[in-house]
């Protein structure tokens, strides 16, 4: 008996545990995978912004298939890739994917269109974040807006332009978000990554 009430506490602590659900187990977000048009001058902005450090770089790879003798998942969108990827402080890696000659649009979505997406910078503090981006020349998207009141109480986001268009995020929430106080529930936190 005490066997099965080990067994079936296990399972309850498995199964509650964050990314245990049914599904595919995972460990967390390994990488957020971005295009850009030119990967010398994203990595130099990613390097000089954010002290993000460059780690691997592949490629050129042909994406032709009848080049290579293989059905590529990105043929026919261009004729080759180019990737480098890069670690951002605590967070996730970011993929850099630069094609050469790409048959699809140069235009960057905007945020509110199907398949636009945004990667968001963790700082402690937003207005000094805000003022060296200003200072170096990037378009910074309005003033930085704290939540009053929900969830997401006590954050502070701002958007801004990367120098080829991209929309991103810097957010901050030194003292936490409301929702803490609901819940033992916690999402991710970059200044505290291990909890």
Not at 56 to 65: C, K, W
Not at 162 to 191: F, I
Request: net charge negative; with cysteine; aromatic share 10%.
């Amino acid at each position: 008996m005490k066997f099965l009430a080990s067994l079936l506490a296990a399972a309850a602590l498995l199964f509650s545990a964050p990314g245990h659900a049914a599904g595919v187990p995972i460990a967390g977000v390994d990488h957020v995978g971005i295009n850009v048009p030119d990967l010398k001058a994203a990595q130099a902005f990613f390097i000089d912004t954010f002290g993000c450090v460059p780690v691997t770089r592949i490629g050129p790879f042909p994406l032709d298939p009848a080049a290579t003798g293989t059905d590529s998942a990105f043929a026919p969108r261009a004729d080759s890739v180019t990737l480098a990827m890069i670690r951002c402080g605590t967070g996730a890696n970011i993929e850099l994917f630069e094609y050469t000659n790409p048959r699809g649009s140069k235009e960057m979505p905007q945020l509110a269109e199907a398949g636009a997406s945004h990667i968001a910078f963790y700082t402690e503090d937003i207005a000094a974040g805000v003022a060296y981006l200003k200072s170096h020349g990037v378009t910074v998207l309005g003033e930085p807006i704290t939540m009053r009141g929900g969830d997401t109480g006590g954050e502070t986001w701002v958007h801004f332009r990367a120098p080829w268009g991209a929309e991103m995020e810097l957010v901050s929430y030194p003292r936490g978000k409301a929702y803490e106080a609901r819940t033992a529930q916690r999402l991710w936190n970059p200044a505290r990554p291990a909890q």
